[in-house]
């Protein structure tokens, strides 16, 4: 099973177990959506059923079955929360970043390293390639992105002149 990451537990808020949640999600609505959720801290890994969500400011707050004090609730700040890939929501157009990372980027027939990192600037996102010449910052631009195979984990561009020092 693929794991996604979709959130941070900040700390507890209230004396009934709730955990406010910083979201790492586009769409924070989907929390409400969601029955379970996979903790990591590093050391442990949990498996929490939600018993209720809301959304306040951009924040998610969360009751999870058998958390039912601040002290327990305590116990849980710092951890990511995961969800299954399969629960992820197909997007109409486009990639989403978890599924670039760790593609191996390619020009031609020359491996110019991994996609380690995506910077978002605004006007384009500029995609951070790891490899042999060092670090490469490849803009996410149809003219430079040639194709991306997501399956197989393959993104084929045509960078611009001057991009690569020889």
């Given at each position: 099973?693929?794991e996604?990451?979709?959130?941070?537990?900040?700390?507890?808020?209230?004396?009934?177990?709730?955990?406010?949640?910083?979201?790492?999600?586009?769409?924070?609505h989907?929390?409400?959506?969601?029955?379970?959720?996979f903790?990591?801290?590093?050391?442990?890994?949990?498996?929490l059923?939600?018993?209720?969500?809301?959304?306040?400011?951009?924040?998610?707050?969360l009751?999870?079955?058998?958390?039912?004090?601040?002290?327990?609730?305590?116990?849980?700040?710092?951890?990511?929360?995961?969800?299954?890939?399969?629960?992820?929501?197909?997007?109409?157009?486009?990639?989403?970043?978890?599924?670039?990372?760790?593609?191996?980027?390619?020009?031609?027939?020359?491996?110019?390293?991994?996609?380690?990192?995506?910077?978002?600037?605004?006007?384009?996102?500029?995609?951070?390639?790891?490899?042999?010449?060092?670090?490469?910052?490849?803009?996410?631009?149809?003219?430079?992105?040639?194709?991306?195979?997501?399956?197989?984990?393959?993104?084929?561009?045509?960078?611009?002149?001057?991009?690569?020092?020889?």
């Amino acid at each position: 099973m693929q794991e996604v990451l979709i959130g941070e537990i900040l700390r507890p808020h209230g004396v009934q177990g709730e955990v406010k949640v910083y979201p790492i999600t586009t769409d924070v609505h989907r929390f409400a959506k969601l029955k379970q959720v996979f903790l990591h801290n590093g050391q442990e890994r949990r498996s929490l059923e939600i018993r209720e969500a809301r959304i306040q400011n951009d924040l998610v707050y969360l009751l999870f079955q058998g958390i039912n004090s601040m002290d327990e609730a305590e116990k849980l700040r710092g951890f990511k929360l995961y969800i299954d890939r399969a629960e992820v929501p197909p997007l109409e157009e486009g990639w989403y970043y978890f599924e670039l990372e760790g593609m191996q980027v390619y020009e031609g027939n020359v491996c110019l390293g991994t996609l380690v990192q995506i910077q978002e600037t605004g006007a384009n996102d500029i995609y951070v390639v790891r490899g042999d010449h060092g670090e490469i910052c490849v803009p996410a631009l149809k003219s430079v992105v040639k194709n991306v195979d997501v399956p197989g984990r393959r993104m084929d561009v045509t960078l611009p002149p001057g991009l690569l020092e020889d």
